[in-house]
């Protein structure tokens, strides 16, 4: 079954303990991408990626690293985190979308984190 | 920069009424335009999409289509259930050229509870 697995669901936490939540594909895709959704603002793009190795920065950088060493996965990480970074996660992806029309993103189910 | 502003919610109906829910965007180019829905619990997924002017998504009984005139996305469906209670997102695609910077930029989300 083709999908978005991220890992954990669900974690509460306290300021500056560093965190991975991982994210993993299996459907081949080279364009990875996380997003967090807060109530009233909607999904905003933390980071993403093109392909193995291939990473930049969205909107909201600040206080999150990722790596893509692998083409299926693609973890964010939180050095530090602060409350502010309390929120909802997706990791997605999709085929390259580069040179033609956008296609489908694939979203994972969610990481609920809660920094204490 | 794009955005999407689409209806604040929630929209509250009974079962098999009209739903309408409101989709404006800011676009530089010509963005591809998307419809995304959220069950309670899950992560996003693909409802619709239009990737030109005058295109019109549909699925599922919901349609929209793509105004370049009026810079809208409006997500119609003529008799709503009670499984369609979810939190609808509109989004526009946002690829620079060269394909090096690719995102949804998403609107806040309406949530739809649809009444027996």
């Known amino acids: 079954e083709a999908q978005v697995t991220q890992n954990p669901r669900y974690l509460i936490t306290v300021t500056g303990k560093k965190l991975t939540v991982t994210c993993s594909q299996n459907?081949?895709?080279?364009?990875m991408s996380w997003y967090r959704q807060d109530p009233g603002l909607g999904l905003r793009q933390i980071y993403y990626s093109m392909n193995v190795e291939v990473t930049d920065k969205g909107d909201v950088p600040e206080g999150y690293k990722v790596s893509r060493k692998e083409k299926r996965n693609f973890p964010l990480i939180l050095e530090s985190p602060s409350p502010n970074q309390t929120s909802l996660y997706f990791c997605?992806?999709?085929?390259?979308?580069?040179?033609?029309?956008?296609?489908?993103?694939?979203f994972g189910e969610g990481s609920r984190l809660t920094v204490l | 920069g794009n955005s999407v502003t689409q209806m604040e919610g929630p929209v509250t109906l009974s079962e098999e009424a009209f739903l309408t829910i409101n989709c404006t965007y800011t676009a530089t180019g010509y963005p591809s335009l998307f419809w995304y829905v959220q069950y309670p619990g899950e992560g996003l997924q693909l409802l619709l999409k239009a990737t030109k002017a005058d295109d019109k998504g549909s699925n599922k009984g919901f349609e929209a289509t793509y105004r370049k005139e009026t810079t809208s996305f409006h997500l119609e469906k003529g008799s709503v259930q009670v499984s369609d209670s979810a939190v609808y997102f509109c989004a526009l695609s946002d690829l620079k050229s060269g394909g090096s910077n690719y995102k949804l930029t998403f609107g806040k989300g309406t949530l739809l509870t649809v009444n027996p």
């Open positions: 997605a992806s999709s085929f390259n979308l580069a040179g033609g029309p956008p296609g489908e993103l694939f």
């Open positions: 459907m081949n895709h080279e364009y």
